[in-house]
């Protein structure tokens, strides 16, 4: 059974650190470019982060030269360290993939989800 489970948020102070972990099960993780989504009260979801298969990144705007997304395929876990928060970057993240091997950061692309996890930053 295909799963990807996120972990890694809470509650931080603006100016803090957290870093997420997307663990994959039931497919090869590094066959297959995996991006980072959040989804903020009452807004829609922006992609935020993708890798792919070979390792290319991108970012959105608003989080580049802050958050930094890399994967360890041995342990089939894609990770965003997010670093300088701010409380706009509150949101629920999500992982997903569309199981291509190309990065992409819209949600229409993306064919299988994580059930997110909440990051508040908040002082």
């Known amino acids: 059974q295909m799963q990807l489970v996120e972990s890694g948020g809470g509650l931080v102070q603006p100016g803090g650190s957290l870093r997420l972990a997307c663990a994959a099960s039931?497919?090869?993780?590094?066959?297959?470019?995996i991006a980072w989504f959040r989804q903020a009260p009452g807004k829609g979801r922006e992609g935020v982060s993708c890798i792919s298969r070979r390792d290319r990144t991108d970012y959105a705007d608003s989080v580049k030269g802050r958050f930094t997304i890399s994967r360890d395929n041995a342990k089939s876990t894609v990770y965003l360290q997010m670093n300088s928060l701010k409380p706009e970057d509150t949101a629920v993240y999500y992982c997903?993939?569309?199981?291509?091997?190309?990065?992409?950061?819209?949600?229409?692309?993306?064919?299988?989800w994580g059930k997110g996890t909440l990051v508040t930053v908040s002082s």
């Open positions: 039931g497919f090869t993780l590094g066959d297959y470019a």
């Open positions: 997903a993939t569309g199981f291509g091997a190309f990065c992409r950061l819209a949600p229409a692309g993306m064919d299988y």
